[in-house]
T-cell receptor
Framework: DAGVIQSPRHEVTEMGQEVTLRCKPI?????LFWYRQTMMRGLELLIY????????DSGMPEDRFSAKMPNASFSTLKIQPSEPRDSAVYFC??????????????FGEGSRLTVL | LAKTTQPISMDSYEGQEVNITCSHN???????ITWYQQFPSQGPRFIIQ???TKVTNEVASLFIPADRKSSTLSLPRVSLSDTAVYYC????????FGTGTRLLVSP
């Protein structure tokens, strides 16, 4: 399996622009997680889905952030409008049935976002 | 969810055994204890998982006392390539990561 695939790997944009990050989880996995990592705040959970349904979005910083999972093989994280403080590495992770309950997550390589 | 507590950094030399301890004071009954490793510019990678007692795999050993309020990740005979950040996130389904332990292995 190719693992969790994220795109783009790097994104540089200007303040106010819309940003869309994409994630393809490992086939057969039923949990999908979006995390954000910064030097100041470490690795933060933003939102996670189970069987394409959002379960907990309490980590989403504000209304500018939204996430969708239209099917089992695709998820997006959108920031609109973007701000410089959104600059971070955004990770997507997935987990197979059963393992999502125990903590074995498979992470993608991340999308590094820079908002100027 | 309160985060786990672990040392910010540790230094070691090649060939030594490294033990990293994590405090799980508020661990819930359903929570497993997991450890992750992260290299620069990569996502965290699952290393090992346990519920209680001792677990060993090809990479590491995990020691969990009976009260489960702490855990110790043991890396035998570390090499330079073990230099990374190690996390012991807490949670059940929803993992909360702290800032991790930055391990530096020197020649």
């Amino acid at each position: 399996d190719a693992g969790v695939i994220q795109s783009p790997r790097h994104e540089v944009t200007e303040m106010g622009q819309e940003v869309t990050l994409r994630c393809k989880p490992i086939s057969g996995h039923d949990y999908l997680f979006w995390y954000r990592q910064t030097m100041m705040r470490g690795l933060e959970l933003l939102i996670y889905f189970n069987n394409n349904v959002p379960i907990d979005d309490s980590g989403m910083p504000e209304d500018r952030f939204s996430a969708k999972m239209p099917n089992a093989s695709f998820s997006t994280l959108k920031i609109q409008p973007s701000e410089p403080r959104d600059s971070a590495v955004y990770f997507c992770a997935s987990s197979p049935p059963g393992e999502g309950r125990t903590g074995e997550l498979f992470f993608g390589e991340g999308s590094r976002l820079t908002v100027l | 969810l309160a985060k786990t507590t672990q040392p910010i950094s540790m230094d070691s030399y090649e060939g030594q055994e490294v033990n990293i301890t994590c405090s799980h004071n508020n661990i819930a009954t359903n929570d497993y204890i997991t450890w992750y490793q992260q290299f620069p510019s990569q996502g965290p990678r699952f290393i090992i998982q346990g519920y209680k007692t001792k677990v060993t795999n090809e990479v590491a050993s995990l020691f969990i006392p009976a009260d489960r309020k702490s855990s110790t990740l043991s890396l035998p005979r570390v090499s330079l390539s073990d230099t990374a950040v190690y996390y012991c996130p807490r949670g059940f389904q929803k993992l909360v990561f702290g800032t991790g332990t930055r391990l530096l292995v020197s020649p």
